[in-house]
């Protein structure tokens, strides 16, 4: 099972009659860890007493699971076949290839209806491949249980595989597969699974190889469709607000159609046990290398995983694991590294990646292959094996907040162990993990007879760069959830938010906004501390300054160093992460409530004492030009960062986040305690606590933490306006060796504080919703880009809206003729009241799911008063998108989309900018 997560020793003095300091500390340790596991084990065994799973006649396996916590209900269906289960057809992709025809129409409906349809209801479809099984989840509110169900059996049981539709996935599905190859993270992990197998179809991309791929027909899927899609074969779980009897009742009914049937398991190829080491390097168009290593490692059944995940958290898991302190801190050889037990279904890999330069590499896999020999011959410290015992166990509880979230576990625990509660039992096999279980698995498994290592070098030649109207830059990339992966995110009714009322707001006297949100539905706690500043408060010289402030801030203080407080969070299993946006930065705790003293008392130390160490700032900067090295190969962040120095040639917002090189360099320790003194103060500042605690105990408890806080004044910021584009459509074209071409237009848009700003959102998800414009003109009627939409970005100053198209370059011209199309259709023509009213639906739906975690709605609640919304506003969004009405669609779309006055970038490997 793939790890959860994504130690000083006092010395003994005296006689033994005395408890050192450091036997002190362990056993103080070890009494935290078991009331720690207990807490955790609790919730562990109380949510997973409340399913009820049963078989029916025809086989399927129903897991259900009634949560009130929110108005919603998680439908997910789990057939349990992948890419390593396709027989014949094995690496062709064809699990893949299904999901995708599965959308696209049965006897009943037509390509696209079923996001329409959810949609319709206010809901929330995607889809996703993996080695071993095929998901379908569906997310509604929970009126619409039923009806969404009927969905759910059509789609997957009776689709029509129409000669046409299928014909123009195909070509979508090549564009995905092409998107993969330019990813250089993705590419190089492709590389180490075919490395490592040989003979397992574990070395086969879940898309398939592209040849084969292309060689399949639609008898082949309907053979494959029909060998696989039958209820014995699949899992359904479902989550949320349901009432049981009434929903078994209806899958009887609807599945009773589809009767029992034996399903002959594709035997995979088992892999011959590796008996050398494997080694493999590729030149890539890269800024950084990449270096992997994969030793062959167990299945998610098998006894050793426990010990094993461990041993990947012991070993590169956050700040405090050991190569994380050898590599990135103490030798400074690398900018990133993690490893992690990745257990699927059969044997996986025990996998280590580094993120470093090319200059590094050798020294790096020298020192990580020392540490592996390490971990073989000397016993682990107690101390440093329940840390990291906490962290996997923690993340457990952390990343099972959601209805989405739990009924794949429910549904995978199932699918891949066959036990529902395989979570339960793992974080006991966890709890049991020794010393001893580590130096046995590290023995077994780390082996260089078991060793695959794969390299992705940097190519000497750079990517070419050519502006045509304007000059290049560096800003903030905002791109991040522009993801090319299966996810078919759609789309709800207005619902009573349970989690996120009953916030308190207090201002202390140093003017410290503090506001307060008990929840004690789980025992966790999000902290979020925001200030004003971000890339408003830039210019070109302090480029990087804000965000390297923000960065410095969970460093070293005057208390503590930074590996004392990354070992203190880790150990806790909690997460501390810094952010830096265009219009603010703060710092984000989440954590488990019962630590809630310590962990606010360091984040207290962390905003009124940081040092800004010189030592830790140049780490920082070194690892943040590495970063911009790094950016230069993504086609979505090389093209955002473009498009905005396109669109904006004096405003700030035109800048990178993470900085310039130019900046970087001369930025020094005195600019970030200058800004650090002018920005972290109690007037700029709002510090929000959602969770499990008690609001009166928790304020008095801040009150004494952050009475040192200065007040200062709310730092005055102001940019200069930013002018109008000289032409009609400022383009610029950047050259880069990839297969696929990236299309972005960006237009002018507006503030946070504007109503306008909900019909901009209204519109883009018009464009951009699976059953939209865009979506529906562009991929599903002519396949010609695989990802594609628009969103906006609003600021304390006018932001941006930005409408974007991976495609084929020969494409490019095609996909920006149509999106102008569609742009004013949307200025000449009124939203239909059906089309207007799913819109509204869909956008409503989305921010419901969002706000399942404290986190989300600290983070919302905190900006709000931040920005002088009040922290209440974010609750008013229903209201507010139900407010837009035709005419301001009409009248937004013509205000912002000004053809006099936009920006047009092209990304890829060849091709030039029309005019």
């Known amino acids: ?222 053979e494959f469709h029909q060998a696989r899609y039958a209820p014995s074969n699949m899992i359904l779980a479902v989550v949320g607000d349901v009432e049981k009897e009434a929903f078994l009742a209806s899958t ?70 050991r190569l994380y302190k050898l590599l990135c801190d103490r030798k400074r050889l690398a900018y990133s590294i993690e490893a992690t037990n990745y257990t699927p279904r059969e044997p996986g890999l025990f996998i280590i990646s580094c993120f470093l330069e090319e200059r590094h590499r050798a020294r790096a896999l020298s020192l ?170 830039e210019n070109q010289n302090i480029n990087g300054l804000c965000n390297l402030v923000a960065q410095m801030l969970d460093k070293a203080t005057t208390t503590k160093s930074a590996a004392e407080i990354a070992y203190l969070v880790e150990s806790k299993g909690a997460h501390l992460t810094y952010f830096s946006g265009n219009n603010s930065f703060g710092l984000s705790l989440d954590l488990l409530s019962r630590d809630f003293d310590e962990m606010s008392a360091l984040l207290a130390d962390l905003i009124t004492s940081s040092t800004f160490s010189q030592r830790e700032l140049k780490r920082a900067k070194e690892k943040n030009l590495a970063q911009l090295k790094a950016r230069e190969d993504d086609i979505f962040e090389s093209g955002m960062r473009l498009l905005k120095t396109t669109l904006f040639q004096k405003h700030p917002y035109r800048f990178l986040t993470i900085g310039n090189e130019e900046s970087l360099k001369k930025i020094k320790r005195r600019d970030l305690i200058n800004f650090y003194r002018r920005f972290c103060v109690g007037k700029n500042m709002v510090l929000a606590v959602f969770g499990d605690v008690d609001a009166g105990e928790a304020l008095v408890k801040l009150k004494e933490l952050f009475a040192g806080l200065k007040a200062g004044d709310i730092p005055r910021i102001a940019p200069d306006e930013e002018p109008r584009i000289k032409t009609n459509a400022a383009s610029s074209f950047k050259s880069l060796p990839k297969k696929q071409s990236l299309l972005l237009l960006g237009f002018h848009g507006t503030t946070v504080f504007a109503r306008n700003r909900y019909a901009i959102e209204v519109i883009c998800e018009v464009l951009s919703q699976a059953s939209g414009r865009l979506f529906t003109q562009i991929r599903e009627k002519r396949g010609l880009a695989y990802t594609l939409g628009a969103y906006s970005v609003s600021g304390l100053d006018p932001g941006y809206i930005v409408i974007y198209a991976a495609t084929l370059a020969e494409n490019v011209e095609t996909v920006k003729r149509e999106i102008l199309r569609q742009l004013r ?45 009040g922290y209440n506003r974010y609750l008013e969004y229903s209201d507010r998108i139900n407010r837009t009405t035709p005419e301001d669609v009409v009248r937004c779309a013509n205000r912002y989309f000004d053809f006099n006055n936009y920006a047009v970038v092209i990304v890829g490997p060849r091709g030039k900018v029309e005019e």
Not at 26 to 39: A, M, V
Not at 104 to 125: I, L, P
Not at 267 to 286: D, K, V
Not at 448 to 474: C, T, Y
Request: charged share 25%.
């Open 1 to 222: 099972m793939k790890s959860r997560a994504n130690a000083k020793e006092g010395k003994e003095r005296g006689n033994s009659n005395i408890i050192s300091h450091g036997e002190f500390n362990l056993k103080r340790h070890s009494l935290w860890f078991i009331i720690f596991t207990g807490i955790i084990f609790f919730f562990a065994v109380s949510a997973y007493a409340e399913v009820e799973r049963l078989t029916l006649d025809n086989g399927m396996v129903v897991l259900l699971k009634e949560n009130r916590n929110q108005p919603l209900v998680n439908l997910f269906l789990c057939l349990r076949v992948g890419s390593a289960r396709e027989g014949k057809f094995s690496g062709c992709g064809i699990s893949h290839f299904i999901e995708h025809m599965v959308f696209k129409g049965t006897a009943a409906r037509k390509a696209g209806d079923v996001f329409k349809e959810v949609e319709s209801y206010g809901g929330k479809v995607n889809a996703f491949t993996s080695y071993d099984y095929t998901g379908y989840n569906i997310t509604v509110p929970g009126e619409f249980a039923l009806p969404a169900l009927e969905i759910l059996v059509d789609m997957t049981m009776n689709t029509a595989f129409d000669s046409r539709e299928l014909k123009m996935e195909k070509q979508v599905v090549l564009k995905e597969i092409g998107l993969n190859y330019d990813n250089p993270r993705r590419y190089a992990s492709r590389l180490l699974w075919e490395s490592a197998y040989s003979t397992h179809p574990y070395k086969y991309p879940i898309l398939g190889e592209e040849d084969l791929f292309s060689s399949l027909t639609r008898e082949d899927l309907l």
């Open 825 to 869: 259709l949307l200025k000449q023509k009124p939203l239909t009241e059906q089309e207007l009213t799913q819109t509204k639906r869909a956008l409503i739906g989305k921010k419901l799911i969002s706000r399942q975690t404290n986190s989300a709605c600290a983070l919302e609640s905190s900006l709000d008063e931040l920005y002088g919304l």
């Open 252 to 321: 009887k009914r609807l599945f009773k159609n589809f009767q029992q049937k034996s399903i002959i398991d594709s035997e995979s190829i088992p892999e011959l046990q590796q008996e050398q080491l494997r080694s493999r390097e590729e030149r890539f168009t890269a800024g950084m290398g990449y270096l992997l290593l994969g030793f062959h490692s167990v299945a998610i059944t098998d006894e050793d995983c426990f010990a094993l995940d461990v041993l990947g958290a012991i070993l590169g898991a956050g700040k405090s694991s």
């Open 368 to 537: 990580i292959l020392e540490q592996t020999k390490l971990v073989k011959r000397k016993k682990i410290a107690e101390n440093e094996l329940e840390s990291a015992k906490n962290k996997i166990i923690s993340d457990v509880l952390f990343d099972n907040q959601t209805i989405e979230a739990q009924a794949q576990d429910l549904a995978l625990n199932e699918a891949l162990t066959g036990d529902f509660r395989f979570t339960e039992k793992y974080i006991r096999k966890i709890q049991q993990v020794n010393s001893q279980d580590i130096l046995r698995v590290a023995n077994k498994y780390l082996l260089q007879s078991n060793l695959s290592i794969v390299a992705l070098i940097p190519r000497d030649e750079s990517a070419k760069f050519n502006s045509l109207k304007s000059s290049s830059g560096h800003l903030k990339i905002g791109i991040e959830h522009l993801s090319a992966d299966t996810d078919k995110a759609l789309t709800v009714k207005a619902a009573p938010q349970q989690q996120a009322k009953g916030a308190k707001k207090y201002i202390l006297a140093n003017g410290l906004t503090i506001l307060v949100r008990e929840n004690k539905d789980l025992p966790l706690v999000s902290i979020k501390a925001v200030f004003k500043g971000g890339l408003r408060a």
